[in-house]
């Protein structure tokens, strides 16, 4: 968008009608002159000031257009992020239960294999010992 040029207030005194004693149809003349310019230059500096008004308004449409915009991108990353440190909180939850419950597995099954090694001992020295006797067919 493009701002409309300002241009500088012309020298008024430049355009102050000379007043003299020998020519009094020149003063209506001058003054209508000047006045002229003044309305035309008035009407220009109008025409200026309401494109600036309406720059202005387009300006400020924007702007609010993109506060909104990141208004709601930001509110969809701090709700992303808060999703994102939820899941990972969840995941830290769920790897240490299964760490336990992998903990309190293993420990099952060391407890059966040595309850099952004492039992294989007990066998064993009782065949060396010959307390069991077995008859092989044959």
Sequence with gaps: MTLPKTQPLPNLRAFEPQYSMEDPNEKPKNLKSLNAMLLKETVEKRQQIESLVHANEALKAELSKRKGLDGDEGEKVVSLELQNGLLGVYMDSQMKEMGVERERAIGVWKSKVNGLMGSLE?????????SLSCSLPG
Aim: no cysteine.
């Design 122 to 130: 007990n066998e064993r020295e009782m065949w060396r010992g010959g």
